[in-house]
């Protein structure tokens, strides 16, 4: 028999915990640019991954997700969850937790939080998308929807991109002073505005993070000026959008994985054979992300699977270098791999 590795029954977890102190150690901005490397490493492998649409059970107030993906060596998923209400009981609207695994023996390799992960993975993915689309020297962004995504999304592009003057708009106000609160003191001019007609104002950049389900209009198309990039990450679902379809028309669409973004995306309001270019395209140099100074460039932002291995992946690297876990007694490890009821039996005490 091979040589067994000490403590085969250990997964390294990371709670919230110790997410929060990885993700302070490393600082907030620093972890969202490295994060946003290894992201689009993974962009750049695209035709490696295996690709499958999340699978969603929907419900009346939500949905429940799973994100499988896997590059032949290392397997990933994600089990997430959307429920624009939750708010109204204290909830989280998306929470998640994730698993990575070695192919080889489908052993677990790392089990972790991944409500504040997906908020760091979403950000970093919506700034490298838009250092491809924005127009060159964009320094203001319009942030409509202030909810728990907004301050992520503001950090990472000031990070990847260097905007520093944002325009908030929330329909509750108590959100967008939170916002303000919470970004205080990182080096943004911050305007706050009564609607999302006075939020996109100058801006070169629109970030929709809102929560609602429904075909939402928060964008409509006299509020988009030519040459502007649309970073829209609320609508992610069936029946739930944010843009008005004649933004859409005029824009130029970059998706992540088209068959999920069909269904789950602003695109679900256009025809299914409407032309995309899925973002991958775009980080490999076969496609090109913004042409001209007066093009509409849009992400239509849905969040894919491998944005989430990606994480993953990168929070496992990290942790050689910053030990914030626990090891979790995750998987039984009989000395005999067969005698698993003996092991079982061996465990009572009377
Ligand atoms: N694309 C992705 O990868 C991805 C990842 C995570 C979350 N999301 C989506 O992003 C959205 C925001 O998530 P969150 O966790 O920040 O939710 P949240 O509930 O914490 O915040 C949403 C905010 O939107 C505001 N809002 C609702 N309708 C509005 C409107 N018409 N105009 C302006 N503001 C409005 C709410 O008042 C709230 O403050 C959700 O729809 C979520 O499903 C997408």
């Given at each position: 028999?091979?040589?067994?590795?000490?403590?085969?029954?250990?997964?390294?977890?990371?709670?919230?915990?110790?997410?929060?102190?990885?993700?302070?150690?490393?600082?907030?901005?620093?972890?969202?640019?490295?994060?946003?490397?290894?992201?689009?490493?993974?962009?750049?492998?695209?035709?490696?991954?295996?690709?499958?649409?999340?699978?969603?059970?929907?419900?009346?107030?939500?949905?429940?997700?799973?994100?499988?993906?896997?590059?032949?060596?290392?397997?990933?998923?994600?089990?997430?969850?959307?429920?624009?209400?939750?708010?109204?009981?204290?909830?989280?609207?998306?929470?998640?937790?994730?698993?990575?695994?070695?192919?080889?023996?489908?052993?677990?390799?790392?089990?972790?939080?991944?409500?504040?992960?997906?908020?760091?993975?979403?950000?970093?993915?919506?700034?490298?998308?838009?250092?491809?689309?924005?127009?060159?020297?964009?320094?203001?962004?319009?942030?409509?929807?202030?909810?728990?995504?907004?301050?992520?999304?503001?950090?990472?592009?000031?990070?990847?991109?260097?905007?520093?003057?944002?325009?908030l708009y929330d329909i509750d106000p108590n959100a967008t002073k939170k916002c303000v609160r919470n970004l205080a003191g990182n080096g943004f001019e911050i305007a706050v505005?009564?609607?999302?007609?006075?939020?996109?104002?100058?801006?070169?950049?629109?970030?929709?993070?809102?929560?609602?389900?429904?075909?939402?209009?928060?964008?409509?198309?006299?509020?988009?000026?030519?040459?502007?990039?649309?970073?829209?990450?609320?609508?992610?679902?069936?029946?739930?959008?944010?843009?008005?379809?004649?933004?859409?028309?005029?824009?130029?669409?970059?998706?992540?994985?088209?068959?999920?973004?069909?269904?789950?995306?602003?695109?679900?309001?256009?025809?299914?054979?409407?032309?995309?270019?899925?973002?991958?395209?775009?980080?490999?140099?076969?496609?090109?992300?913004?042409?001209?100074?007066?093009?509409?460039?849009?992400?239509?932002?849905?969040?894919?699977?491998?944005?989430?291995?990606?994480?993953?992946?990168?929070?496992?690297?990290?942790?050689?270098?910053?030990?914030?876990?626990?090891?979790?007694?995750?998987?039984?490890?009989?000395?005999?791999?067969?005698?698993?009821?003996?092991?079982?039996?061996?465990?009572?005490?009377?």
């Amino acid at each position: 028999m091979m040589d067994r590795p000490e403590k085969l029954n250990v997964v390294p977890f990371v709670n919230v915990d110790n997410m929060m102190k990885l993700v302070l150690a490393v600082g907030v901005e620093r972890f969202m640019v490295e994060l946003a490397g290894f992201v689009e490493e993974d962009f750049a492998r695209w035709t490696l991954f295996d690709k499958v649409p999340r699978i969603a059970a929907h419900s009346a107030e939500g949905v429940i997700e799973l994100m499988p993906t896997s590059d032949g060596a290392t397997y990933g998923f994600k089990y997430v969850n959307g429920h624009p209400k939750n708010t109204r009981t204290g909830r989280q609207t998306v929470t998640a937790f994730g698993v990575l695994a070695s192919v080889d023996t489908g052993y677990p390799l790392l089990f972790s939080e991944m409500t504040i992960l997906t908020a760091l993975r979403t950000a970093a993915t919506s700034a490298m998308a838009a250092k491809y689309l924005a127009p060159a020297g964009s320094k203001t962004m319009a942030l409509i929807g202030n909810g728990a995504q907004s301050e992520f999304q503001a950090l990472a592009f000031k990070a990847l991109l260097g905007i520093d003057r944002l325009r908030l708009y929330d329909i509750d106000p108590n959100a967008t002073k939170k916002c303000v609160r919470n970004l205080a003191g990182n080096g943004f001019e911050i305007a706050v505005c009564r609607s999302t007609e006075e939020a996109v104002e100058g801006a070169q950049i629109i970030t929709t993070v809102t929560a609602d389900k429904q075909y939402a209009t928060i964008v409509t198309d006299n509020m988009v000026g030519s040459g502007v990039h649309i970073n829209a990450v609320g609508g992610d679902c069936p029946g739930k959008t944010e843009l008005q379809k004649a933004v859409l028309l005029r824009s130029n669409i970059f998706v992540e994985h088209t068959p999920q973004t069909r269904v789950e995306g602003e695109i679900q309001q256009l025809p299914t054979d409407y032309p995309v270019t899925e973002l991958w395209e775009v980080v490999t140099g076969r496609r090109v992300g913004r042409r001209s100074r007066d093009q509409i460039t849009l992400f239509d932002s849905v969040g894919f699977a491998i944005e989430d291995f990606s994480a993953l992946r990168f929070v496992h690297e990290k942790l050689k270098d910053f030990p914030c876990y626990d090891e979790l007694d995750l998987l039984a490890d009989p000395d005999d791999p067969r005698d698993l009821f003996g092991m079982l039996m061996r465990a009572r005490t009377t």
